[in-house]
Nanobody, 115 residues
């Protein structure tokens, strides 16, 4: 079993930045990819970014150029740096890891972008 805990969400104004963290209870990030997803009010969950175990990254068009995904294997922590935030980025953000033992999700962290 792997537990994931997201943190770092909050209320910010348009144009500001936030960094989300995803802390894992086990050393999974060196052997598995991390993905970030979000669910906006009234919308389906959306994949937004991923990083492979080797460090290759990929982004949804909606966030590319503004968000950056990274990880620190030694700290068992993944990150999502979010810059130039827009009101449409308002959502609950989740990290996700798939290993041989299961498909794991955190509880989510709320990000609200509003004036």
């Amino acid at each position: 079993q792997v537990q994931l805990v997201e943190s770092g969400g909050g209320l910010v104004q348009p144009g500001e930045s936030l960094r989300l963290s995803c802390a894992a209870s086990a050393s999974v990030f060196s052997v598995a990819a991390i993905d970030w997803h979000r669910r906006a009010p009234g919308k389906q969950r959306e994949w937004i970014a991923g990083i492979t175990r080797d460090g290759f990254t990929d982004y949804a068009n909606s966030v590319e150029g503004r968000f950056a995904i990274s990880k620190d294997n030694a700290k068992n922590t993944g990150y999502l740096q979010m810059n130039s935030l827009k009101p449409e980025d308002t959502a609950v953000y989740y990290c996700n890891v798939v290993t041989r033992t299961g498909n794991y999700w955190g509880q989510g962290t709320q990000v609200t972008v509003s004036t």
